[in-house]
């Protein structure tokens, strides 16, 4: 009688036992996938901030300086709608020995603008969307005044020209 309980209590053991390296197993993945779910959420505010400050056309005193020279449209509100953001894998990045991953953001604007408008605007909102993810990953100190690129614990972010479609 007391070696049915034995060998009860074994397979049990060997259950637990499995389950605990299945779960060690996976771990690895569900910090990746997390940390990218975390990266996107991060790239969706900065992209709504920098729509926000860019739509309403409010400039640091440099660039409104610029802008008045050479871009006026741009003092004016304008409207612009996000259609998508995306992210790609681009391979290992051999000189920081991580994933490499590119955002890119697709929009529509309402009104004609030349090419170098555009530039600025998709500037400034790729320029939001890297700041917020360096926020999100306290990785500030680590970049550029530009944030470019942004670092966490296993990737390193680069932004893509936005796409005006």
């Given at each position: 009688m007391?070696?049915?309980r034995g060998q009860i209590a074994g397979e049990y053991l060997l259950l637990a036992g499995v389950l605990i390296i299945i779960v060690m197993m996976s771990i690895e993945f569900i910090a990746y996938e997390n940390e990218l779910n975390t990266a996107m959420g991060a790239a969706r505010n900065g992209v709504t901030e920098?729509?926000?400050?860019?739509?309403?056309?409010?400039?640091?005193?440099?660039?409104?300086?610029?802008?008045?020279?050479?871009?006026?449209?741009?003092l004016?509100?304008?409207?612009?709608?996000i259609i998508n953001i995306t992210y790609?894998?681009?391979?290992?990045?051999?000189?920081y020995d991580k994933q490499k991953i590119q955002?890119?953001?697709?929009?529509?604007?309402?009104d004609k603008y030349s090419k170098s408008e555009l530039d600025?605007?998709?500037?400034?909102?790729?320029?939001?969307?890297?700041?917020s993810l360096a926020t999100c990953f306290n990785s500030t100190s680590?970049?550029?005044?530009?944030?470019?690129p942004v670092f966490s614990p296993h990737y390193v972010f680069t932004t893509a020209n936005i796409k005006w479609v």
């Open positions: 007391m070696g049915n920098g729509l926000g400050t860019s739509s309403a056309a409010i400039y640091s005193k440099d660039s409104y300086n610029d802008y008045s020279l050479s871009k006026s449209n741009l004016h509100p304008y409207s612009v709608e790609n894998d681009l391979g290992r990045d051999n000189n955002f890119k953001v697709y929009a529509k604007i309402s600025s605007i998709g500037d400034r909102i790729n320029y939001n969307l890297r700041k680590s970049t550029n005044k530009l944030y470019n």
